[in-house]
């Protein structure tokens, strides 16, 4: 068991973000600690995209600033976040069909050997990999075309851990997937919990979020509208906190202590 460490490795403070008249993002926080699963939940155009984007470079914020483990740094582009250590797994998860497992995994980041393809280390070491992450794969040779849906997300997943991120985001990683595969996927979630990584887990899947984050995000309408930990938190809690119901026990208590401190 990791245990977390106080200071977030990842942290938003205050940000916003306009496309024209439309304000997507309005003084976000949010914080990530090592070896935490956080789940960002929200409806549609609550503003989940456009957060995982200014985190990973590829829609920066115009106001707000990002901590990564309490110093504030820029991210301007996705050189950037991958550079600090931030790693993202879109749903379009980007897999090449027709090359095999290896070639998906260094595409791009290919090892060579005296200016020559090392395909020897290459397979070595990603039968490592899936092998550390407990990925069953019938082969690291077969083509990705060939593997199942959940197959293939662990294969996203562990592509983006060979430049040895500390934060990873998955994008919906379980939205197309049977119960079986998704059960797969969240147990690679667990492994990366496990290996003192902090996760952001975008999902619209309660069960999902339920059996995995240890705190989850609300946003609504661009803004945060609660974070809760999982464990002490009913799961209507967190729908109302996503649907903005106005009546519920939340928002009940919260008009308690605002007439009892008027």
């Known amino acids: 068991m990791v245990h977390m460490s106080d200071t977030p490795v990842l942290a938003l403070r205050g940000i916003s973000k306009r496309f024209g008249a439309v304000q ?20 549609n ?97 077969v083509p990705v075309a060939s593997l199942s849906g959940g197959q293939r997300q662990t294969v996203a997943i562990a592509r983006s851990l060979l430049g040895e ?6 994008d919906e990683p379980t939205a197309a997937l049977g119960v079986e595969q998704t059960a797969q996927v969240l147990d690679l979630v667990e492994r990366l919990r496990e290996r003192g990584l902090g996760v952001i887990l975008i999902s619209h899947n309660m069960a999902d979020v339920k059996a995995v984050a240890d705190r989850v995000a609300v946003l609504r309408l661009g803004r945060n509208n609660g974070v809760f930990d999982v464990r002490a938190t009913s799961q209507e809690e967190i729908v109302a906190a996503i649907t903005g119901a106005t009546d519920n026990a939340v928002t009940r208590r919260q008009a308690r202590s605002v007439e009892a401190g008027a």
């Not at 600090?84 to 897999?95: F, K, M, P």
């Not at 991120?165 to 998955?170: A, N, R």
């Open 165 to 170: 991120p500390k934060v990873v985001i998955l």
């Open 24 to 43: 997507a993002l309005t003084d976000v926080q949010l914080e990530i600690r090592p070896g935490e699963v956080v789940a960002l939940v929200g409806d």
């Open 45 to 141: 155009g609550a503003g989940k995209s456009t957060l995982v984007k200014v985190i990973a470079g590829v829609g920066p914020a115009d106001d707000g600033e990002i901590r990564w483990e309490g110093r504030q740094v820029q991210v301007h582009d996705p050189q950037d976040a991958q550079q600090l250590g931030i790693a993202t797994v879109y749903q379009d998860l980007s897999l090449c069909e027709n090359l095999d497992v290896v070639g998906n995994l260094y595409l791009g980041r290919e090892l060579r050997r005296f200016g020559v393809l090392n395909e020897v280390g290459m397979e070595r070491r990603s039968r490592e990999l899936l092998d550390t992450l407990s990925i069953r794969i019938p082969s690291v040779r």
